[in-house]
């Protein structure tokens, strides 16, 4: 029994749990819902969570070590001469059977222990699903059965459902968490394995990157990691987004929430939104054959030299890319802010510009400041538009009409192709990513320290 089966009979076993649930506390009390401890929505909830929570906890287990224990079960009876194979080899026979076992073509002879191995997994595998499906759908019936033999009006459903929201959001919780710690913990450990090749501050303040990818073991094979052309690359075209995002952005949220129609609002706000949908390789490729070889024509006509592939042109494409993330949410916190206190800046006397300009705006500051924060962050990480508008050359310029690069794309070019994780050419993408990190990571905290300087407080 497949897997999606067993959870659609878990799930209907839930519905029915809750149906069943509601059902008997409303019979227990002859159908006066007052004289239930909780309402009934409660005791149904409580009896579907019976139902549900040790299922679903047992097919998240068995899915988890379905694979692992086949696995280990097949390895044991592969022959012994197999068995002893090289780490890499071993993995080359697992995924042979692998292919057999699921049907997929293989290339050359299979051995015959190969196909007496898949056919066992096969075997193997239809007998894990089976217990599964039973197991999980037997604990179903259980949990439900003995929640539904303890409803009575007297059973304060409220709280035991109301605590296993809490435990919910509790493991939501910790999942984020977790998840966040273990991505700086693989970068720290890549980072310092890194750093065990490269010197410290032959990275953090070298100006020259040149990751030469030559012969292991020959001379000057490790190459230049100097992280300065690429973070100014970051930073330079960072800059010049958020000189074209955040004037465009804040000043069009301006408009609509205080000066457009509502009719005008209606169609605007919706339309500045679809910037934020359009997929990033299809800005790269509007500033590839539309924006750069514009800026060049320009630039030309003009006397001066500029490059298709440049600050600028990335600049210029991300700013609007990321003009949604300044002006939506920045347009919401303008109309967060309580219209008393227009009120009475206009009963003082104040036009209406002066009213935005001393009221509204310092009002909605932690806001805007935290919209503006994040298409920072939007445009730190961009690397579609980099890679097509800005090029991949690591050139330290003050420049805008030449080709840099950022953090970001260097980070998939090092982790791009057949390559092993032991070398300093690829170790690197995790320096530069755990740098990313605490940059970012720099950012937001001076962000919330202006929020809180700047705050008002407001009834």
Avoid at 25 to 32: I, Q, V
Avoid at 257 to 286: C, D, M, Q, S
Avoid at 300 to 306: D, T
Wanted: a neutral charge; charged letters at 10%; proline letters at 5%.
């Amino acid at each position: 029994m497949s897997t999606p089966l067993v959870l659609a009979a878990v799930l209907l076993m839930t519905l029915a749990g809750f149906a069943a649930g509601r059902q008997r506390a409303l019979a227990s009390s002859g159908g006066h819902a007052r004289s239930l401890h909780s309402r009934p929505a409660y005791y149904g909830s409580y009896v579907a969570l019976w139902a549900a929570v040790p299922a679903f906890l047992l097919l998240a287990l068995w899915v988890v070590a379905q694979p692992l224990v086949i696995d280990m079960m097949i390895r044991s009876h592969l022959p012994e001469e197999i068995r002893g194979l090289t780490r890499d080899k071993l993995s080359l026979v697992l995924t042979t059977i692998d292919n057999i076992a699921t049907g997929r073509a293989v290339a050359g002879e299979v051995p015959a222990y190969a196909r007496e191995a898949a056919a066992r997994k096969v075997e193997l595998q239809a007998s894990a699903n089976w217990a599964m499906a039973v197991l999980a759908i037997g604990l179903a019936v259980i949990g439900f059965l003995f929640a539904w033999r303890r409803v009575n009006p007297m059973l304060r459903a409220r709280n035991s459902v109301e605590r296993a929201t809490i435990v919910a959001l509790i493991a939501c919780s910790g999942i984020a968490i977790l998840t966040t710690v273990g991505i700086v913990f693989s970068m720290l450990f890549e980072t310092l394995h890194f750093f065990s090749l490269v010197p410290p501050q032959d990275f953090f303040f070298g100006t020259v990157w040149d990751p030469r990818f030559t012969a292991a073991g020959s001379e000057g094979s490790a190459g230049q990691f100097g992280l300065i052309p690429l973070l100014w690359g970051t930073v330079f075209i960072s800059l010049v987004s958020m000189l074209v995002a955040v004037p465009v952005g804040l000043l069009s949220a301006i408009y609509l929430a205080e000066y457009a129609h509502k009719n005008v609002r209606a169609w605007v706000k919706p339309l500045l939104e679809i910037l934020a949908g359009i997929p990033t390789v299809v800005y790269g490729f509007f500033a590839l054959t539309t924006l750069g070889p514009l800026f060049r024509d320009i630039g030309a006509s003009l006397g001066f030299e500029v490059s298709a592939t440049s600050v600028l042109t990335a600049g210029v494409v991300m700013g609007v890319m990321i003009i949604p993330f300044v002006s939506s949410l920045s347009d919401d916190i303008i109309n967060a802010v309580p219209q008393s206190l227009r009120d009475g800046s206009l009963a003082l006397g104040a036009t209406q510009s002066e009213t935005i300009k001393r009221v509204v705006l310092p009002a909605a500051l932690p806001g805007i400041v935290g919209s503006i924060l994040l298409a920072v962050s939007r445009a730190i990480g961009e690397t579609m538009i980099v890679v097509m508008a800005a090029g991949i050359a690591a050139n330290l310029t003050l420049n805008p009409f030449e080709s840099v690069t950022t953090v970001t794309v260097k980070i998939v070019s090092q982790l791009t192709g057949d390559l092993e994780f032991n070398s300093p050419q690829t170790l690197v993408a995790f320096a530069l990513g755990l740098t990313l990190f605490v940059v970012t990571l720099g950012l937001n905290i001076y962000a919330l320290h202006i929020v809180r300087k700047y705050r008002e407080q407001y009834d």
